[in-house]
């Protein structure tokens, strides 16, 4: 485990802090010499500093989030009764992975909808005053026309 103070790799880092109820759980959620924590830090990219019932995970925003989540879901998983074993730290920090990509490619998808509809909407609305701009100035024509008679 590292410190999370340090930053990772001179990005931005954002720290994020868990506290657990249950003291017993802890020894087996942070593994035997902290072995599921090292596979976490590995997997998410993130620092993890554990003291007492808190844990500070600390990374860029994205990569903390998949941390705290895995861990989050893993200590779940144990207050059910359930065991951990590191295929399971394994699948969940991966799920989680592919749930956020999956994630980002549904909001790119709907900002790429977005702009195509701003650019029809954009379209249309200059083609309507084009339209308005001639039917002004052709009424406007008329009445000079009109009034000159």
């Known amino acids: 485990m590292s410190d999370p103070a340090a930053g990772v790799g001179g990005r931005a880092t954002d720290v994020r802090r868990m506290a657990f109820d249950d003291n017993a759980l802890l020894a087996v959620l942070y593994g035997h010499h902290d072995r599921h924590l090292v ?50 730290i394994d699948a969940a920090v991966k799920q989680i992975k592919a749930d956020a990509t999956e994630a ?10 977005g702009g195509e509809s701003w650019a029809v909407l954009s379209g249309a ?17 008329t009445l000079k026309r009109a009034s000159a008679a």
């Open 104 to 113: 980002e490619a549904r909001l790119q998808k709907l900002k790429q909808a």
């Open 39 to 88: 596979r976490i830090e590995q997997l998410a990219n993130v620092q993890l500093s554990a003291r007492g019932n808190q844990l500070a995970i600390a990374g860029t925003s994205e990569d903390a989030a998949v941390a705290h989540k895995a861990i989050a879901g893993l200590y779940e998983r144990l207050k059910r009764g359930l065991s951990i074993e590191m295929a399971d």
């Open 125 to 141: 609305l200059a083609e309507s005053r084009k339209t308005f701009d001639q039917a002004s100035q052709k009424a406007w024509e």
